[in-house]
């Protein structure tokens, strides 16, 4: 056996980042940037209004009253027709330019018009530049407005999109081809046979790599057919940046999926044991020209989640060239106690964290454990690394890999609703 750490450096040591490539803005979100962008328009582009009201002079305007002659309107989108001059105002909407020889607008509640709508009034003092937005003042030309290296979140879109960017350029996004091998495996569709028993590691996986951003291409079912593994294999790689395969890679008689990477991947290829509960056995190699990942997790349902994370998501995010490899770890206090044996293992327990009255993370929940048992997971939100021990008591501490935020709740957004 050999322990996660060194399983995870195998894994890691030879995985290149992919070429980028210029994208639609609107296909880019969750991409990483790999290209310094400037900005090349000013944003606002010209002095505007902030808000529903008059735009003049702050010289024009006195402790006492002033009154001023409305010359015209000017709406969004428009331009004022003339400039304006002494004693004079013009009505004018947010967002619209403020007119040449304008400095300030007073908001439209600090104004009373006349019934004849030709002039208003104000009592105040206004400063120059009260309630305009100036030229330039979000954005200047040749700023830096996204790093490399930096994802594309909502934000990012928004600011590319305010620079009339139509494209980036990225890292692609990870195209992932997923099979289960099994000849026991049958889709959901349909009765079973006896012996059968339905496949549900592939659409484990497929939705896993899209909520993570990559890019799933379903290569179906596959018997323990050591050939037809092999060529399904051989051609997943040269369509895909990476290939992640159930079962078969333990020491049962049919386990050909083993043998099928060592063969894609000669000396680039390793089956290990590693030594975690669940999901000992890994087969990884590296096939190809282009040097493609291919993940051989263990084929036990609750085995593969635990694969994905640990291996095959880190993985991919360096091939989509982020800097942030992991999911959040946090350290939780446990509020219930967690039993295990010592046997030289990690072991990896789905659990669900909560934000306690206290404000610290808590392990509220521990799934029952069994690497084939799915249904027991539902729901949780973590999983724990409880290292090599006979266990460990309510309030001791846990490390806490996050896995699901929309299922992170805590007494505030509780009490808030
Ligand atoms: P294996 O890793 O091929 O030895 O499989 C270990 C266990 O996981 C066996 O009980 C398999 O029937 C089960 N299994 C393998 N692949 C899947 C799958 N895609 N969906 C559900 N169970 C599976
Ligand atoms: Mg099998």
Redesign the pocket.
Known sequence: MISLDEARGFVRRDLCTLDPVPRPIDDALGLVVAEVVLARERVPGFSNSAMDGYAMRSSDTSASETRLRVTGAVMAGEVASTPLGTGEAIRIMTGAPVPKGADCVCMIEEVSLDPAGREVSIQRTMAVGENVRHAGEDIEVGQVLIASGAQLGIVELGVLASQGYATVKVYPRVRVGVL???S??ATSLGALAEGQ??????PMLLASLRRSGFEAIDLGIIPDDEALITRTLENAIVDCDAVVS?????V?DV?YVKGAIAKLCGDRARSMKVAIKPGKPLTFGIAGERGTPVFGL????VSTLVGFELYVRPSLRVLGGHQELERPMLTSVLDTAISRRRDGKLHLIHVVVEIGADGCAHVTEIMRQGS?LVSAIAGANAIAMVPDSEGLEPGQRVRTMMLDFDRFTSPTSESST
């Open positions: 289960s091998t099994g026991e495996l028993i339905r496949d549900l590691n592939r159930t079962g078969g890679v333990s049962g386990d263990p084929g036990n349902p084939h």
